[in-house]
T-cell receptor, first 111, second 115 residues
Framework: EDQVTQSPEALRLQEGESSSLNCSYT??????LFWYRQDPGKGPEFLFT???AGEEKEKERLKATLTKKESFLHITAPKPEDSATYLC????????????FGDGTTLTVKP | SQTIHQWPATLVQPVGSPLSLECTVEGTSNPNLYWYRQAAGRGLQLLFYSVGIGQISSEVPQNLSASRPQDRQFILSSKKLLLSDSGFYLCACKLPPGQGNEKLFFGSGTQLSVL
């Protein structure tokens, strides 16, 4: 059974204070690892897809990395508008595109 | 890009009443469609998925059912709601296999409260 564990559950940062979110996973044949951002009361929005160990993706202040067992979402010099819940999900190779999600990390950035 | 229309945004229903949530998709034909439920402070739990018209797979035993009467229409239903059916319901879609990124596109969600 595919499993995704995210840590920490909640993270409070001061504006400009860089940090990382962790996503540990077990999956039979990784097809892709995904990061989504979710604002309160809204549906998740896609951020990144990572396919193989060593891969990195960047977007503005966010950078996602992938190893064989975990992924990190690095946030550099965050701003208050980066406050949201960040969800990690994995897709296995033969499962009709079903994604297994972690419980998320809720990030709060104080000005 | 896919656009998902999901309504209503908020719904309050008494225990034992029926439910019908509808989701429609704009964009590519023959998308994979999904219904997820999210409990407060938790991740997304997959309830149903569909790879084509009339094709529904259930992931967890439950009081709910799903149907796909048209290519871009996905409906979540219940004959009699339970208190445990409360939650945030999300419709999602993915491009058909071989058409690119495997990412999910989500609707705006329905917050269901069963009282």
């Amino acid at each position: 059974e595919d499993q995704v564990t995210q840590s920490p559950e909640a993270l409070r940062l001061q504006e400009g204070e860089s940090s990382s979110l962790n996503c540990s996973y077990t999956v039979s044949g990784l097809r892709g690892l995904f990061w989504y951002r979710q604002d309160p009361g809204k549906g998740p929005e896609f951020l990144f897809t990572l396919y193989s160990a060593g891969e990195e993706k960047e977007k503005e202040r966010l950078k996602a990395t992938l190893t064989k067992k975990e992924s990190f979402l690095h946030i550099t010099a965050p701003k208050p508008e980066d406050s949201a819940t960040y969800l990690c999900a994995v897709q296995a190779g033969t499962n009709a595109g079903k994604s297994t999600f972690g419980d998320g990390t809720t990030l709060t950035v104080k000005p | 890009s896919q656009t998902i229309h999901q309504w209503p945004a908020t719904l309050v229903q008494p225990v034992g009443s029926p439910l019908s949530l509808e989701c429609t998709v704009e964009g590519t034909s023959n998308p994979n469609l999904y219904w997820y439920r999210q409990a407060a402070g938790r991740g997304l739990q997959l309830l149903f998925y569909s790879v084509g018209i009339g094709q529904i797979s259930s992931e967890v035993p439950q009081n709910l059912s799903a149907s796909r009467p048209q290519d871009r229409q996905f409906i979540l239903s219940s004959k009699k709601l339970l208190l445990s059916d409360s939650g945030f319901y999300l419709c999602a879609c993915k491009l058909p296999p071989g058409q690119g990124n495997e990412k999910l596109f989500f609707g705006s969600g329905t917050q269901l409260s069963v009282l």
